[in-house]
């Protein structure tokens, strides 16, 4: 019996997986201000893209934020699973509100899929004269994400400029607030920056995708050969519907390989057999 599921693991180790995202370039490149003049501003659309970019495989430092309720905490103290973080100023009246409503919406849709538990969500204040615990719990309250769970976080004035460095965030202060590329960054769970993902809306997968793949495609030491197993199956069975725009486990890819598997079986054994026969033959 450990034939098969071996020779199933097999199968499933050697399908590639295809990541169309990673080296796709932002469809919409947004960034958040408020009546933005582009001519004028300081704030550079190409150089933002380009920095956010380039911090993919970055080690994100290990910093001290204060949490909604007062108490510290660091960033290890998430690390284990997956981080998605989300920068934004709570005195923004308009892109960033907008913008975090929508994160919600992905951020259910994934835990959906993959449990409550099984990735973090930081909201990070970047204005650190207005973004206290206080503001970011009334911000968060307001976009209905104050009780969904989200790590609510105040950074401090000496760390937020190296932070913005390891993640690749860049803001520019004006006349209506800050000039930001819009984007959320997927860390992985031993602090590296894997996915950035771009946009005041963006696609579902664009966020859920890498979360699968970081979640479901990461083998424990301590898992068992058939949790392993199960966890691979899963990895590769969950499927995006884009009609009811949500995941699901289809089922009849798990029974077309099962079934491919036992026609690979059958095909041995009858060969082998035939063998068999064929030297009994020859030797009488």
Known sequence: MRFPVLLISLLLSSIPVIDVYAAAEPVEIAAAGHGHDETNSAFDYDMALSTSQAAIDNQVGNYRFKRADGQSLRLSDLHGKPIVISMVYTSCYEICPMTTRYLSTVVEKARKVLGKDSF???????????????????????????????????????????????????????????????????????????????????????????????????????????????????????????????????????????IGGSIILYTVFVILRELRKGRKQSSV
């Not at 309250?141 to 460095?165: C, H, M, P, T």
């Open 120 to 258: 973090s969500v930081a909201l990070i204040g970047f204005d650190t004269r207005f973004d206290t615990p206080d503001a970011m719990q009334y911000f968060a309250d307001k976009q209905s994400v104050g009780d969904q769970g989200w790590n609510l976080l105040s950074v401090a004035e000496q760390d937020i400029d190296a932070l913005s460095r390891d993640i690749g965030f860049i803001y520019t202060p004006s006349s209506n607030g800050f000039d930001h590329l819009i984007q959320a960054t997927i860390i992985d769970a031993d602090g590296k920056v894997y996915r950035q993902v771009y946009g005041q809306v963006f696609n579902t997968p664009l966020l859920v995708d890498p979360l699968i793949e970081l979640v479901l495609g990461r083998s424990s030491p301590a898992q068992s050969f058939l949790a392993s197993l199960t966890t691979k199956i899963k990895l590769f069975c969950t499927t995006y519907d884009p009609v009811r725009d949500g995941y699901y486990f289809d089922y009849s890819l798990f029974l077309g390989m099962l």
